[in-house]
């Protein structure tokens, strides 16, 4: 039987684990200046995070949430990962707009700080780490071989989830609500147009057109990489599944 998108996502996820020591992070239990609701991630990430809802017996809890949670996105992305470096392949100038004004708490955070969904949380949350505490320095400080290795890695699982949906994490647990085989938690919305109405504010995830490295970077990603490509997932290599979907 062949391995479905979440089993591959959770080897990427295994590799990137392996492959960052977050050791050496100021990053604690109970730090989380950097939850905010401006995370992006893709469909099957989104579908992760929904199984750990339903295997935690959390779909009232999160219904509520997205209902009731005090939501406001200040910015939605207006390219994925994979469109950005295919038009800075091709010498495209590409404008992101400005980052995002003020960052309201993830919906998702418990009062004690910790993550109600953590097993399950999307990679842009995984790659959330900081050399130096940022809730004293004002901004996350990562390695330049850690971004590197965190784009690669985004660039990977958007082409997993190539032509689904990619986008705001909320917009994102909204849209797929809306899809057949969520009905059970679909049914717990009040308003069925706020699922259907997210679909409007998403992209969608493009294949990979090729990684943006800089010389400097080439040796260290390459290696990460091959790790992750070679990564066997019932007994096929990672790049052998992704290139024969
Ligand atoms: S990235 Fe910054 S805010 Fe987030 S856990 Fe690490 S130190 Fe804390
Ligand atoms: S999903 Fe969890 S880890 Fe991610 S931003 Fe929200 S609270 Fe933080």
């Known amino acids: ?106 919906l998702f955070l418990a009062e004690d700080n910790s993550c109600k969904v953590y097993g399950a949380r999307p990679f842009g949350c995984r790659c959330f780490s900081s050399l130096e505490d940022c809730r004293t320095s004002g901004i996350a400080k990562q390695p330049d071989e850690l971004l590197a290795i965190n784009t690669v890695t985004m660039q990977v699982i958007e082409h ?20 057949t085989g969520n009905n059970d938690i ?16 998403l992209l969608r995830a493009e294949p990979l057109p090729g990684f943006l490295i800089m010389p400097e970077e080439q040796e260290n990603v390459g290696e990460y990489l091959e790790a992750l490509f070679k990564k066997e997932i019932q007994g096929k290599s990672l790049e052998h599944i992704l290139n024969n979907k």
């Open 1 to 106: 039987m062949k391995p479905d998108k979440k089993e591959l996502l959770q080897a990427i996820f295994e590799v990137y684990e392996e492959w960052t020591d977050n050791k050496k992070f100021a990053c604690q239990e109970g730090c989380a200046a950097c939850c905010t609701q401006n995370v992006t991630m893709t469909a099957v990430e989104g579908e992760l995070l929904l199984q750990h809802i339903r295997e935690h017996k959390l779909e009232k809890w999160f219904a509520d949430r997205l209902q009731n949670g005090n939501r406001e996105i200040t910015k939605r992305p207006v390219m994925t990962h994979n469109a950005f470096a295919r038009n800075c392949l091709k010498g495209v100038e590409t404008n992101m707009g400005d980052p995002p004004r003020q960052q309201k708490a993830c």
């Open 160 to 179: 997993l989830g190539q032509k689904e949906f990619w986008g705001n994490i909320y917009d994102v647990l909204l849209a797929l609500c809306s899809l």
């Open 186 to 201: 679909a049914g717990l919305f009040h308003k069925k147009s706020q699922l259907t109405a997210a679909n409007t504010r």
